[in-house]
């Protein structure tokens, strides 16, 4: 009797902590276009890197309470695009407001070469 209330106890916390770890979604969302857009507009057409060959950058940042936002990273190879997208949109204000308070957002940007 004393195993049998052990292993229903067993089953019971595994059984929980597997349905509450399994309804957790903390992966980045896609951007919608009219915030992309935003984003884009933001960095510019235009940034002066010397690169030899095209690449991408994945830019991960959410949005705070004040509708303004905030850089999380960049996964470049190039370390001065790294800088210069920390410098151009960190903090900077948002006219777009469907966003979500403090949700991780993800947009790939792609570098040519010059």
Avoid: C, H
């Avoid at 057409?45 to 850089?71: G, R």
């Amino acid at each position: 009797m004393r195993n049998l209330k052990s292993i229903i106890a067993i089953l019971a916390i595994s059984i929980a902590t597997t349905f509450s770890t399994s309804a957790i979604d903390n992966g980045p969302k896609k951007v919608t276009q009219k915030l992309r857009t935003e984003i884009v507009s933001m960095l510019g057409n235009t940034v002066k890197l010397d690169i030899n060959s095209s690449s991408t950058a994945e830019i991960s940042f959410m949005v705070n309470n004040k509708n303004e936002l905030v850089v999380v990273s960049v996964d470049s190879k190039v370390s001065e695009f790294q800088s210069i997208v920390k410098t151009k949109l960190n903090y900077k204000k948002l006219n777009f407001k469907g966003a979500k308070k403090g949700e991780i957002y993800r947009v790939t940007v792609k570098l040519k070469a010059s």
